[in-house]
C-alpha cells in the first residue's frame, strides 16, 4: 500500500479502535467550551448540533473489541447486543467526552434505553426523538419542526448560545458535502468494487462517526483519489451483493471481509444511514429549518424503522439492486433484531417478485466465528454466479 | 380478555364469555351483513370511533392470545416460522400471520373476515407498524396509520395531542369515511364515549377493591378477565358499560363477604402475600401460571398488564366533550408508551397504595417494548422500595418458552425470601 493510503487508513483504523473517544476529547479541548452530543442509530439531525458549535458522535456500540463486564446484567438474553455493548461503552466512562446523548425512534429497544439512560446518567442531558411517522408536511411537518425546534432550544442551552440562521446554513451545506462525498464513494464502489476493499471502506466510513463533517468530507475525498491507486487492486470476477439488515448493530469487520473472501463483492448496504440521510438533496431554505424538515418527509422509507404508506416495502431494496447491477442480496441482521427481521419476509417477497437470489444470516456484533458464514456465503456467490451464466 | 374463565365462575364471566363468542360470530357474519372489518391493536385503539361507524373491530393480538391459551399458538408459530418468519420476533406476529396461512379461523373455530382496512395505531411499540405492513401483504386493503409520539420525557406534550388529532381528522377519519361510505358522526362518537368513562369508572373500582384485606380480585389473573371487554371491543358499547355494573356489583358482595378471589379452583381462602407484577402473563400454561400464584396464598394486587389498553386508575377518563383530543390522550396515555422512569414510578406506586410484600416481573421474551429495561426496574424498585423484587421469564404465546418447572421453582423461592423477610421482622 502507497504511504499516503496507508497513512489515511491508519487514520482511519484508529478512529475506529478509539473505543474511548479520545477523537471527540481532543477536538472538545482544542478550544474552551466545545461539547460533544452522542446520538444512536440510524438518524440524527447532525446539522443542528453542528450548527450549535458542538460535535455530532455517531454510537454504534462497542463491536468485537469491547469486554462486556456489566452491560449483560442489564439485559436479557433474547434483546440483541447493541444495548449491551452501548451501556458498557457508558458504565465504564468511555462516553464521558458527551456531553448529551439522543436516542432516535427506531426500535422499542433504543426508546426504552433511552429511559434507562435517564435513571443510569441523571445529569446528563437525554432526549428521544420521536421522527414522525407521518409525511405530511402540514401534520408530520408540523409535528417534526416542533421537535425540532425543542431540541434546538435544549442545545442552545446546552452550548451556551443562540444558533443563528447563518450557523445552520453552514452546518446543512457541510453536511450536505459529506453526503454528497459519501454517495460518490458508495458509487465508485459499485463501479468498481474492487478498488475499494468492503473493510477499508468501512473503517473510512466510520470515521465519520466522530470527526467533523469537513474533516470527514476531505478524508473520503482523498481516499476516493487514492484507493484506486492500488496497483494490487485488480479488477475480478466476484458476484455482486447488497448487503441489508445492518442499520444498527454493526457487523464485525471480520464478516465483511469473510463476504468478501467468499467471492462476494458488496455493491450496496445499509450502513451508516447516519451519515447519508436524507438521501436527497437538502435545499437550503429561508429559514434554513424548512429544507431539513421537507428533506425528511420526502426521502420516503429507506429503512425498517420509517412507516411505508405506499405499501412497496422492498421497493429500495429492489432498487438498489438494478442499479447497483447487483446479482443478489444477503440480508444480514443481527439476532434478535426485531427491526430486521420483521422487515425481512417483506423483502424477501419483494425481491422474489423481481426474480432476485437472495441468502439470509444472523450476526451479533461480537460474532468471531465465521466458518458457518464463510461457507454459505461462498455457496450463495458460486450459485448466483451459476445462475447468472445459465 | 381471555374467554377460558375459571372452572368456578362468577357471573360476569359468564357474561363476558358470551359476549365475547358474540363478537366472533358478529364478525364471521359481518360479510354477509354489509358490515365493514377493520383491524386494530389494544393499545391505542380507537373503538369509539369504529363503533360510530358501524365497524367491526378485529384485535390479531386477542386473536393470538386467545389461540395460546387453547394450545393453538405453537402450531401457528411453526407455519410463520416455515415462511420466513424468524424464531427472534414478538410471537403474536407469528402467531396471527400462521393463523392466516392456515385459513384464518379464530381461536372460536369461525373464520375471520378479512379486513376492509388495517388501522395501524402505533402506540407503545414498533412491532406494530411491521406486523400490519406484513399483514398488507396479504390483504388487498387499505391502511390507516396513526403515529403516537412516546412520551421521552414522561410528558404528554400540546404539539403531540395536535398531531394526533390531525392525523385523525386527516387520515383515519377519512379512510373510516371512505371504507363505511358514511359521514363522520360526532354525537355519536360522544355518545359512545360517555359510555366509555362510566365503564372505566366501574373497571377503576374494581381494579382498587384489592386495596382490600383480602383482596376480593386477584388483578393480573383475574384482572386480563376484568379488562376483557373494555380493551377489546366493547369500549363505549351499551353491553360493555352493561358488564362493568354487573362486575361492579359482584365485587361489592365479595368485599362485603370479605371474600378473596375466584380461581379456577375456587375461593382463596387465605391470603398470604400480595404481590404487584410486572409484564404480560404467559398464555399458554395460563392456568398453570396462576396455580403457582394461588397455592401458595399470593394474590397479585396490582399489574401494569391491566393498563396497556388504558391507564384509568390513574385518572384517565374518555371525555366526551373534546371527542378527538380525548381519543389523542387516550392513545398517548397506555402503559407502554410510558417512558421508563416513568413505569418505575407508577409501580412503585403501586406496591405502596396496594400495601404490597413484593412485586415480580415477568419477562417476556417476545416483547421487548415492555422486556428492555426491565433488569433496571427490578434494581430501581428494589432500592426504593426496600423489598426484594423477583423476576422470571416466558413468552407469551409460545410453549417453547414456558419452563414450568423453571418458574415454579423461582416463584417459590421468591415468596420463601418474603417470608423469611417478614418472619425475620422490619430490620431484616
Ligand atoms: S440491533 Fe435492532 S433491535 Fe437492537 S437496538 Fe438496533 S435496531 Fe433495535
Ligand atoms: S412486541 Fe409486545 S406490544 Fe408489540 S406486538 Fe408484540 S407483544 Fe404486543
New binding site residues.
Given amino acids: 500500500m502507497k504511504p499516503e493510503l496507508e497513512k489515511l487508513v491508519t487514520r482511519a483504523r484508529t478512529l475506529f479502535d478509539d473505543l474511548d473517544l479520545e477523537a471527540v476529547r481532543s477536538w472538545k479541548n482544542a478550544m474552551p467550551d466545545r461539547k460533544a452530543i452522542g446520538h444512536l442509530?440510524v438518524w440524527a439531525p447532525r446539522e443542528l448540533i453542528w450548527a450549535a458549535g458542538m460535535l455530532p458522535v455517531s454510537v454504534l456500540g462497542g463491536g468485537d473489541r469491547l469486554e462486556i463486564i456489566r452491560g449483560d446484567a442489564y439485559f436479557q438474553s433474547y434483546?440483541?447486543h447493541?444495548?449491551r455493548s452501548t451501556v458498557e461503552l457508558a458504565l465504564s466512562g468511555r462516553l464521558d467526552a458527551l456531553d448529551g446523548m439522543l436516542f432516535p425512534s427506531?426500535?422499542?429497544?433504543?426508546r426504552n434505553?433511552s429511559g434507562m439512560w435517564q435513571m443510569l446518567f441523571p445529569d446528563l442531558y437525554v432526549r428521544y426523538l420521536d421522527l414522525p411517522q407521518n409525511f405530511d408536511l402540514e401534520v408530520g411537518g408540523r409535528f417534526w419542526r416542533h421537535e425540532l425546534e425543542a431540541l434546538m432550544r435544549d442545545l442552545e442551552a446546552l452550548a451556551g448560545r443562540p444558533i443563528s440562521e447563518d450557523d445552520l446554513r453552514l452546518s446543512i451545506a457541510a453536511f450536505a458535502a459529506n453526503r454528497h462525498a459519501v454517495h460518490r464513494l458508495y458509487q465508485a464502489r459499485s463501479r468498481e468494487p474492487w478498488l475499494f476493499p468492503a473493510d477499508e471502506m468501512y473503517i473510512v466510513l466510520r470515521a465519520g462517526c466522530v470527526l467533523p463533517p469537513d474533516e470527514h468530507t476531505e478524508l473520503v475525498e482523498r481516499y476516493l483519489e487514492l484507493a484506486p491507486g492500488e496497483a494490487e487492486r485488480q479488477r475480478q470476477d466476484r458476484s455482486r451483493i447488497v448487503v441489508a439488515g445492518m442499520?444498527?448493530?454493526q457487523p464485525p469487520l471480520g464478516l465483511l471481509l469473510t463476504l468478501e473472501r467468499a467471492g462476494c463483492f458488496i455493491v450496496d448496504d445499509d450502513l451508516f444511514l447516519a451519515l447519508r440521510w436524507p438521501e436527497i438533496e437538502v435545499e437550503i431554505t429561508d429559514p434554513p429549518l424548512d429544507g431539513l424538515i421537507e428533506a425528511f418527509l420526502r426521502q420516503g422509507a429507506l429503512s425498517a424503522?420509517v412507516y411505508q404508506p405506499d405499501g412497496k416495502r422492498g421497493a429500495w431494496l429492489v432498487e438498489s439492486v438494478e442499479r447497483n447491477h447487483a446479482e443478489g442480496v444477503i440480508f444480514c441482521a443481527?439476532s434478535?433484531?426485531?427491526?430486521?427481521l420483521l422487515e425481512q419476509p417483506m423483502l424477501v417477497a419483494a425481491l422474489d417478485e423481481s426474480s432476485v437470489p437472495h441468502t439470509q444470516f444472523k450476526y451479533s456484533e461480537d460474532t468471531g466465528q465465521f466458518a458457518a458464514i464463510r461457507e454459505q456465503a461462498g455457496t450463495f456467490a458460486d450459485s448466483i454466479r451459476l445462475w447468472g451464466e445459465a | 380478555m381471555p374467554d377460558v374463565a375459571p372452572s368456578q365462575k362468577e357471573q360476569s364471566m359468564l357474561l363476558q364469555k358470551e359476549m365475547i363468542s358474540g363478537h366472533y360470530d358478529a364478525l364471521a357474519r359481518a360479510k354477509d351483513e354489509g358490515k365493514k372489518v377493520v383491524y386494530t391493536f389494544v393499545p391505542g385503539n380507537l373503538t369509539e370511533l369504529m363503533r360510530s361507524f358501524d365497524i367491526l373491530p378485529n384485535l390479531p393480538e386477542i386473536n393470538a392470545l386467545q389461540s395460546g391459551m387453547r394450545k393453538l399458538s405453537g402450531g401457528y408459530i411453526s407455519e410463520a416460522e416455515k415462511h420466513g418468519h424468524s424464531e427472534d420476533v414478538c410471537t403474536y406476529v407469528k402467531c396471527d400471520i400462521g393463523m392466516l396461512k392456515k385459513g384464518n379461523i379464530g381461536p372460536t373455530g369461525v373464520k375471520l373476515p378479512e379486513p376492509d382496512l388495517l388501522l395501524l395505531s402505533y402506540t407503545g411499540c414498533f412491532t406494530f407498524m411491521k406486523w400490519f405492513e406484513l399483514l398488507r401483504q396479504e390483504y388487498d386493503c387499505p391502511v390507516a396509520m396513526l403515529h403516537i409520539p412516546y412520551q421521552g420525557d414522561g410528558k404528554v406534550h400540546d404539539h403531540y395531542r395536535g398531531y394526533v388529532i390531525e392525523q385523525l381528522e386527516t387520515e383515519v377519519i377519512p379512510k373510516l369515511e371512505a371504507v363505511t361510505g358514511r359521514a363522520f358522526d360526532q354525537d355519536r362518537l360522544r355518545a359512545s364515549l360517555a359510555l366509555s368513562a362510566a365503564a372505566e369508572d366501574d373497571l377503576v373500582y374494581v381494579l382498587e377493591s384489592a386495596r382490600h384485606r383480602p383482596s376480593p380480585i386477584d388483578a393480573y389473573f383475574g384482572g386480563v378477565y376484568y379488562i376483557g371487554p373494555i380493551f377489546s371491543a366493547f369500549r363505549g358499547t351499551e353491553e360493555g358499560a352493561a358488564y362493568y355494573r354487573a362486575l361492579r356489583r359482584e365485587i361489592d358482595q365479595r368485599v362485603a363477604a370479605g371474600q378473596g378471589p375466584v380461581t379456577p379452583e375456587g375461593e382463596l381462602e387465605t391470603e398470604r402475600f400480595r404481590l404487584v407484577i410486572e409484564g404480560p402473563p404467559n398464555w399458554t400454561s395460563f392456568r398453570e401460571f396462576w396455580k403457582m400464584f394461588y397455592d401458595e396464598g399470593a394474590v397479585v394486587v396490582a399489574s401494569t398488564y391491566t393498563k396497556v389498553g388504558g391507564l384509568y386508575d390513574r385518572g384517565f377518563r374518555h371525555d366526551p366533550d373534546n371527542p378527538l383530543a380525548t381519543l389523542a390522550d387516550y392513545c398517548m396515555g397506555c402503559y407502554t408508551n410510558l417512558s421508563l422512569p416513568a413505569r418505575v414510578d407508577l409501580v412503585e406506586q403501586y406496591v405502596r397504595d396496594y400495601a404490597a410484600d413484593g412485586f415480580l416481573i415477568n419477562s417476556v421474551k417476545s416483547c421487548?417494548s415492555f422486556s428492555v429495561g426491565q433488569l433496571l426496574m427490578l434494581r430501581q424498585l428494589e432500592d426504593r422500595t426496600g423489598l426484594p423484587g423477583g423476576f422470571i421469564e416466558s413468552d407469551l404465546v409460545d410453549p417453547r418458552y414456558f419452563s414450568a418447572a423453571n418458574i415454579k421453582n423461582r416463584i417459590e423461592s421468591y415468596l420463601q425470601m418474603i417470608e423469611q423477610k417478614r418472619t425475620a421482622g422490619p430490620a431484616a
Fill in positions: 442509530p434483546i440483541c447493541f444495548p427506531i426500535c422499542d429497544v433504543i434505553l442499520f444498527c448493530e424503522s443481527p434478535f433484531c426485531d427491526p430486521a | 421487548n
